[in-house]
């Protein structure tokens, strides 16, 4: 079993709509909890991070861990053309380095 | 500022082949990370660095070597290249505290080095 699992979709919206991005996770020693945003053909860049439980708002985007069901989502409202990336999730123990999880492909259709 | 910086961006090698990818950070980052990013797979670790002169096993270390002399710099080598050392590679840096508590910090990536094997 991974320890990170995602869905890689991809997924196809169309602009202003609300997407829910979501990832689980076995290892019960994750504390932090990142998502990242990558372009076409460009390294991943650091979107959303989270300690333990609980949201966190930033403009659009809201970020949601629930450690109770080892469930981590990204909520992505008034969805635009631009958001169109791969959204890879990432756990992280505190000891040694990010496990990812495959990223789900994002389409917002204009 | 540069970030972190990876050459080649493109590479094609002949089966047996080696190659070294080199990867260079400026924002003096103590944490440097090898990863590989197959289609569908998300990033799986390769090997890691917590600082100059010490390296450790990722997830998929095997037919890597990594060497860590300064801060700045953490090439990878491949010997032996075969088909399944296909993939897109990527560079990484961090800061993380090394007090012995738990912490994590933002990774920065670079912009990747596509190697085919063929």
């Known amino acids: 079993q991974k320890e990170v699992e995602q869905d890689p979709g991809p997924l196809s919206v169309p602009e202003g709509a609300i997407v829910s991005l979501n990832c689980t996770y076995s290892?019960?020693?994750?504390?932090?909890f990142m998502w990242y945003r990558q372009y076409s053909r460009k390294g991943p860049e650091l979107l959303m991070y989270t300690y333990s439980s609980g949201n966190k708002e930033d403009g659009r985007f809201t970020a949601q861990v629930d450690k109770s069901s080892k469930y981590i989502s990204l909520f992505i409202r008034d969805s635009q053309p631009s958001d169109s990336a791969t959204y890879l999730c990432a756990a992280d123990t505190g000891r040694r380095a990010l496990t990812f999880g495959s990223g789900t492909r994002l389409q917002v259709q204009p | 500022n540069a970030g972190v910086t990876q050459t080649p961006k493109f590479r094609i090698l002949k089966i047996g082949q080696s190659m070294t990818l080199q990867c260079t950070q400026d924002?003096?980052?103590?944490?440097m990370y090898w990863y590989r990013q197959d289609p569908g797979m998300g990033l799986k670790l390769i090997y890691y660095s917590v600082g100059a002169g010490i390296t450790d096993k990722g997830e998929v270390p095997n037919g890597y070597n990594v060497s860590r002399s300064t801060t700045e710099d953490f090439p990878l080598r491949l010997e032996l290249a075969a088909p399944s050392q296909t993939s897109v590679y990527f560079c990484a840096s961090s800061y993380r505290l090394t007090s012995g508590t738990s912490n994590t910090g933002e990774l920065f990536f670079g912009e990747g080095s596509r190697l085919t094997v063929l």
């Open positions: 290892n019960s020693a994750f504390q932090y």
């Open positions: 924002m003096n980052h103590n944490y």
